[in-house]
């Protein structure tokens, strides 16, 4: 477990490399290393920490130090977690990069962010240097392996009252409603707390120390494997397995290899695997649980009896952290009722009709950490942007903007997002992130997104489109074309509806509900476009 006395993530990887120096911390199968290059194995935390070590000192010498930001793209490789534990040895916070972004938005981000530095994938350098240029910031981008150039100027922007655990570990993007994607600063206590949640959750997800070992197919990028895979393992003396991406055909035999006894998933991945044809291995005698959100209500007893285990559903933003975690991991269950669980001790949490009346719902789920700290375990604040952060934080409570209800023995349950936000397999959209991109095509006179249902992915993005001229077919895959030079491959249309008008407000705002709705109407419409087969990862 991670003591209190604890203050940093380097410190508690180097707690765990005291105590158990031969064990294993991260595994990389051989499916993993010979799509990325690179060697197959296990790394303990002993080899683990000299490693760390030794790129920390590296940048110390290079002339790196506390406050500053450094951005890290590395897709899935064990690369990331040894580079960001160094950077945090020294008091640097890093910036994840999904790999999927595009010219935009790592203009956008770069130039929000303002780092110093950037490990990139060598096929990525051209790309990111490019971006920094554009942005206006003076960022070296260097490949993992290259020399470390000295930084240029002298910026410690990360830099926030206090050390220790009120440092900035990390800054992660997440999909805003209003625009641009926020940075979210997340503390080292955010992580630490996020690990000692996981080891004390307990119930059907408990973990000890006897040498848990955990398998994920989920970006690293994001707060659910860089906080609490990671930390959780940490926290325990376990060992992570991280795959590049999640593989229906060879899950199985990944999850079998690794040895795990706990994985990760999203709704989309039990789905696909029930889809499989049954057979004689399906059944997983040491997975204890898989702890992850979505899982289709139809199928999730379905699951839970052919493959042997539990899963265990939960509730948890990046904002939130493990300060306001809401998880059916007690019983009794709620199977396939899309339950959240109950609240333990460490939360508080109530639901507000649109006046901000207390109700049971449906409504918005409002939420804090008990006790005298009420942020305790969230992030700490949006970067450059204290009114986002004095809004969502409105009244003493966190506002969510998803709308729960709850049952009288307290069990929470999911209804739907009041955030305008397209959730795709896990990832998070912003419908006007997606509107502002698209209203630069020239084709185009004015344009609205709206989500629609998906049966694999969960959600899926609708244009609806004016045309300055003729439309058809061929402008929509142009159009879609276009986008994925722009955004990330699963931001762009799914499908696109040429339209005359779109529903607006008297003062010309889109009327939302409504442009759902004919979203809806025009899924079935044999003259909307379906471009989803064009949406393909393309990143190295």
Not at 514 to 530: E, I, Q, R
């Amino acid at each position: 477990m991670i003591p209190d006395t604890i203050e940093t993530t380097y410190g508690a990887l180097a707690h765990s490399a005291g105590q158990w120096p031969e064990r294993p911390w991260l595994n990389i199968l051989p499916e993993t290393a010979g799509i990325y290059d690179i060697a197959a194995g296990e790394l303990t935390y002993g080899a683990a920490k000299a490693e760390i070590d030794g790129l920390s000192e590296a940048l110390k010498a290079a002339g790196y130090v506390a406050g500053q930001r450094v951005m890290l793209l590395m897709e899935n490789r064990p690369a990331f977690f040894l580079w960001w534990m160094a950077c945090n040895a020294l008091g640097i916070s890093v910036v994840p990069v999904n790999p999927d972004l595009r010219a935009a938005e790592l203009t956008y981000m770069i130039g929000h962010a303002e780092p110093v530095l950037a490990i990139v994938l060598s096929a990525r350098v051209e790309e990111m240097q490019t971006a920094a240029d554009e942005a206006g910031i003076a960022m070296p981008v260097i490949a993992p392996g290259d020399p470390l150039p000295t930084p240029r100027g002298d910026s410690a922007i990360a830099l926030r009252d206090g050390g220790g655990t009120n440092a900035e570990a990390a800054m992660l993007y997440t999909s805003g409603t209003t625009g641009q994607p926020k940075g979210c600063i997340l503390t080292n206590e955010y992580f630490l707390e996020a690990g000692r949640w996981y080891a004390n959750a307990g119930g059907l997800c408990a973990l000890d120390t006897s040498g848990e070992r955990m398998i994920t197919p989920l970006p690293i990028f994001h707060m659910n494997a860089m906080a609490y895979s990671l930390m959780a393992m940490i926290a325990v003396g376990g060992c992570l397995t991280v795959l590049d991406r999640f593989h229906p055909r060879s899950w199985w035999a990944s999850v079998r290899e690794s040895g795990a006894t706990c994985l990760h998933y999203l709704g989309v991945m039990p789905s696909m695997l029930m889809g499989a044809e049954l057979s004689g291995a399906d059944h997983q005698d040491k997975v204890k649980f898989g702890f992850g959100a979505g899982v289709d209500p139809k199928l999730h007893a379905a699951f839970e009896e052919r493959f042997g285990f539990p899963l265990v559903e939960a509730w948890a933003m990046t904002e939130t952290g493990a300060g306001a975690v809401i998880c059916a991991n007690q019983l009794p269950r709620r199977v396939g009722e899309s339950c959240l669980g109950r609240l333990d001790g460490d939360i508080e949490a109530k639901i507000v009709d649109d006046e901000g009346r207390e109700i049971d719902g449906p409504g918005e789920l409002l939420v804090r950490h008990a006790g005298d700290d009420p942020r305790k375990g969230f992030f700490a604040a949006y970067f450059k942007n204290e009114a986002a952060t004095d809004e969502a934080w409105e009244g003493g409570w966190f506002h969510t903007g998803d709308i729960v209800r709850r049952e009288p023995d307290g069990s929470f349950f999911f209804v739907d997002r009041k955030k305008n936000v397209i959730r795709r397999s896990g990832e998070n959209i912003a419908a006007v992130e997606v509107e502002s991109i698209l209203a630069r095509h020239p084709a185009i006179a004015s344009v609205a997104v709206a989500a629609v249902p998906d049966a694999v992915r969960g959600d899926e993005v609708f244009a609806c489109i004016v045309p300055k001229g003729e439309a058809g077919p061929q402008l929509a895959q142009e159009i879609t074309a276009w986008c994925l030079t722009q955004l990330a491959y699963y931001k762009a249309p799914g499908y696109i509806a040429f339209v005359e008008a779109l529903p607006v407000t008297a003062t010309q705002k889109i009327q939302r509900a409504a442009l759902k709705s004919l979203a809806a109407t025009l899924l079935d419409d044999p003259a909307t476009a379906d471009t989803r087969q064009m949406k393909k990862r393309t990143a190295a």
